[in-house]
T-cell receptor, first 114, second 112 residues
């Protein structure tokens, strides 16, 4: 089974801090995704990576950056956390052209910025 | 952008009843997927239906797709308490875009 893990389930940070959210998948998937989930808004794509060191902006990239130095690991970085970045963050991975682009999700990180 | 909209936003039914959720989308698609999310957890893939299919079954799940109306429905038969979760549809775009666009979800509560 595909396993996608995220470094923390819950995280509390202060405004202005630099925040790193880590995601690791163990199935050699090419694609990895970061979403944020807010009530009433569903999942919104922040960034997408289709290969090591390759990335593409999603719908809401402002205030975020990403890093993918190894195939299995995709990091989301909040350069200077703000209260409006309090949210649930979900990481996912998929294998291009396989399983009809089904995405496999991690358990999520609930981030609170004070 | 929010491609999918689920309807209703919330649904409560008695255990054993059937639950129906609907999804509408805006652009042409290659396939449509349904996911489930238990409270505070990640999403889990349930079922996929391709644009050239009209209906698909998997266990107690039945999905329909009407591409002329750009809509899909998910039916869960003989509901169980364990079905309590949020359900999301996701579309991939006409050319099998690897990015999915998720709807806003339906919160389903099964009353024992």
């Amino acid at each position: 089974d595909v396993k996608v893990t995220q470094s923390s389930r819950y995280l509390v940070k202060r405004t202005g801090e630099k925040v790193f959210l880590e995601c690791v998948q163990d199935m050699d998937h090419e694609n990895m995704f970061w979403y944020r989930q807010d009530p009433g808004l569903g999942l919104r794509l922040i960034y997408f990576s289709y290969d090591v060191k390759m990335k593409e902006k999603g719908d809401i990239p402002e205030g975020y950056s990403v890093s993918r130095e190894k195939k299995e690991r995709f990091s989301l970085i909040l350069e200077s956390a703000s209260t409006n970045q309090t949210s649930m963050y979900l990481c996912a991975s998929s294998f291009p052209g396989r399983y009809d682009n089904e995405q496999f999700f991690g358990p999520g990180t609930r981030l609170t910025v004070l | 952008s929010q491609q999918g909209e689920e309807d209703p936003q919330a649904l409560s039914i008695q255990e054993g009843e059937n639950a129906t959720m609907n999804c509408s989308y805006k652009t042409s698609i290659n396939n449509l997927q349904w996911y489930r999310q238990n409270s505070g957890r990640g999403l889990v893939h349930l079922i996929l239906i391709r644009s050239n299919e009209r209906e698909k079954h998997s266990g107690r799940l039945r999905v329909t797709l009407d591409t002329s109306k750009k809509s899909s429905s998910l039916l869960i038969t003989a509901s169980r308490a364990a079905d309590t979760a949020s359900y999301f549809c996701a579309t991939d775009g006409l050319y099998g875009n690897e990015k999915l666009t998720f709807g806003t979800g339906t919160r389903l509560t099964i009353i024992p």
